[in-house]
């Protein structure tokens, strides 16, 4: 059966095999994390030579815990973890964190088959070898190692490479991108992207899940998840080329594989491709606060021309369309714009647009039947008001819920320097999708797209839950 993760990320106790006093080492890193959590659970540090460890009473040997444990993080050398494990699955510990490396990423096979056959004879969930952890912000519970709190929301992350993990941590921060968990999956010799995958499906706190993978394990898994997934799930594959196969095979010990079947593979379940971290976050942005695309058809309003024919070419390239305005959307534009400029798609509002512009061209495009969805754009050029274009949006967006309202997708672009960007942070600090660049834009609407069409299709299919079933558990 597929793994059951409840009890791994809302432990009512966790242990820590390796803490330390010592500051420098993972382990004491570790446990200050746990401690320090805005979460309540039990704790135990597990160290032979210790007696107390921040305060807390320590055990020589996981096996001597008077109480039941949910949840084992080892920081030992990567020889003494099967004899860790061993005592896992002695004292019947449900789930196992080996931060450890050592293992097949450098090309010790045999230690990581000794943790498989261990895995295989208990029935334990075991995350790694080599990981950080995981960080769980709806809950406040930070079992890793590494510093750094993620923004609570409702972007879920999993991420085979774990210092990529710790600097997505800090990007989302950076990017007001909200998350709910956080996770680092290694080598995956047990915990899986499908089992995660299956998890934050069904976890309330979550309504995007990205991936950064560098190889599959378990194909027919991994993509029946997502097909069975009804959330957008985003997958950044890394190792196109073969010389970046190569990197992933001394990163995590992963074979690449056919950079084409993967793309093939995670089209056909349901997924959309990134190319980077960049576009997954940006894609996140879009799909956590904003409905899906039900059709491909784009209103682009302007202050700049030139930004507007960017978009359009950006958006077309993407699999966008830009239709031509109605004779009825012309006329409601046309009261509005100076005289000397006639209302087209992409709309130039002309330079000096301010809010009431960009406010009701926005609301006449969504009004329009044949527009699916809306880019609002600003150049800070010599007559423009950034303020006023910041506050049309967070106007449209915040208060009154257009989006929400029309069942259409509102989302941002901006060209413009650092006085400019402050301003931009008011709408990334409340949600609103909003990119700096017009193809991160138009894949942003894209990943829309693709959202809507996934749920037509599902809702055309009506399809059924289809779980893989492993030999073992
Ligand atoms: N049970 C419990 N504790 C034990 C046992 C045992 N059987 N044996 C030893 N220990 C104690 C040690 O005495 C030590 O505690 P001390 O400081 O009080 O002496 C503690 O466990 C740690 O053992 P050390 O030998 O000091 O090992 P160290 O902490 O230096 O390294 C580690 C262990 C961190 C697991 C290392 O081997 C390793 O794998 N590092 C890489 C980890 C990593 O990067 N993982 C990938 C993360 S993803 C990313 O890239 C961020």
Redesign the pocket.
Known sequence: MKANLETFFKPKSIAV??????TR????AALKNILISDYECKIYP?????KEILGLKCY???TQVPKDIDLVL?????K?VP??LRDCAAKKVKNVII????FSEVNNQGLEDELKEIIKNSNMNVL?????GYKNASIGLDAS??YGNPRKGNVALISQ???L??GMIYLANNEYMGVSKII?V?NKIDIDDDDLIDYFAKDPDTKVIGLYIEAVKDGRAFMNSIKACDKPVLVVKAGRSKAGARATASHTGSMAGSDKIYSAAIKQAGGIRCRDIVELFDSAKALAGQPPLKGNRIGIITNGGGLGVLLTDACEEAGLTIPKLSQKTYKKIDKILPDLINPNNPVDLSADAGFFRYDAATSALLEDPNIDGVIVASVHGGYARPEEFIGAILQMIKERKLHEEYKKPIIATWVGGREYEDLVLDLKAAGVPIYPSAWRTARSMMALYLEGQRIKKDKNKKRKQQYYFREKK
């Open positions: 095999v390796g803490a330390s006093r010592d080492k993972i382990g004491n597990i160290n032979p030579k210790e020589k040997k996981l080892i920081s030992v050398p990567a003494i004899e860790i931060i450890s490396s050592g790694g070898p080599n990981v950080m190692f590494v490479s774990g210092a993990g710790i680092g290694g």
